[in-house]
């Protein structure tokens, strides 16, 4: 591996650790070889979401963040031919490239990345799916041929499990989103219970929608708790980790009455250390 590659490897590393803590935890858990892959597609997904995410980015303006996102789009996909504009992007690039993903899974990522700019809040939970299929399912599909399952049934739970994580973010985050002027909650649900997220108030109302939509999320990951037989042991304990992590998310907020609106739900990293350690000493069936 060159210099150059292996410092944009470390700088993949560098972003796992400071903003998915929980998927670094998991990813230890992995051969090196592995674990820099997973670090590769979470820094793609995390330099795409910080445009869209930037403060002022979607309310202040918005045409400027559409030229950004599409710049990004531009240096990535000259990067997967060849010309990378930095190490961070060639080793990405790298990784898509000897991991084999799928070139149109990243068609559908950008596309929800651009939904983003213009749209800001969901209908039905049919709508929000649908924006999940670039902004989630398509993470858990790119990951694949890194986790590299024992069966083709795989793909399903891993879908599910991008579903989890993306639906786990927008419950716990519900305060920021409104800073940005966006509502992940479907409209038909908060009606359905009387809610309304913009009085920033924890009330009855907002309780139930909030237990109906944990409900919601933890079937997700039960389905995607299927698919973790059917990986190697490794990539087993990888993904068991950054599930049973994750889904605590929703213990979480659960333990602070629903309250998504003065600060955020978190795993302390004494238990993502913790689980991360027991992983390692619990035997994993495979299921071929």
């Known amino acids: 591996m060159t210099v150059e590659l292996a410092a944009g490897y470390a700088e993949c590393a560098r972003l796992t650790r400071a903003y998915g803590t929980t998927y670094y935890w998991g990813t230890a858990l992995l051969p090196v070889e592995q674990r820099r892959h997973v670090y590769a597609v979470y820094a793609l997904c995390r330099l795409a979401d ?15 963040t559409s030229r950004a996102l599409a710049a990004f789009r531009a240096s990535f996909d000259a990067a ?9 992007l060639a080793a990405i690039a790298h990784t898509v490239a000897e991991t084999g993903i799928a070139p149109e899974c990243f068609d559908r ?6 939904l983003d700019l213009t749209r800001i809040r969901y209908a039905t939970w049919d709508d929000l799916c649908g924006y999940m299929e670039g902004s989630a399912a398509v993470i858990g599909e790119m990951m694949l041929p890194v986790l590299q399952p024992l069966t083709p049934d795989a793909f399903e739970p ?5 579903f989890a ?13 409104l800073d940005r002027g966006r509502v992940y909650v479907p409209a038909e649900d908060l009606a359905r219970f ?3 997220p913009w009085r920033r108030r924890v009330d009855d109302a907002w309780r139930s929608v909030m237990a109906f939509e ?8 039960d389905l995607a708790r299927t698919g973790v037989p059917m990986l190697p042991p490794a990539s087993a304990r990888c993904v068991g980790t950054a599930l049973t992590l994750y889904s605590r998310i929703l213990q979480r907020i659960e333990a602070r009455d629903y309250d998504v609106f003065s600060g955020r739900a978190r795993v302390p ?4 250390a913790l689980t991360a350690a027991g992983a390692l000493l619990t035997p994993q069936r495979a299921v071929a």
């Open 50 to 64: 910080d445009i869209v995410d930037a403060d002022g980015a979607t309310t202040v303006d918005v045409a400027a």
């Open 194 to 196: 009387g809610a309304d």
């Open 158 to 162: 891993a879908r599910a499990l991008g």
């Open 214 to 221: 944990i409900a919601r999320n933890r079937e997700l990951y």
């Open 109 to 114: 990522f950008f596309g929800a990345m651009e």
């Open 269 to 272: 990293t004494w238990r993502k």
């Open 165 to 177: 994580f993306q639906l786990t973010n927008f419950l716990r985050d519900v305060g920021e989103d």
């Open 80 to 88: 997967l031919a060849g010309e990378p504009a930095d190490d961070t």
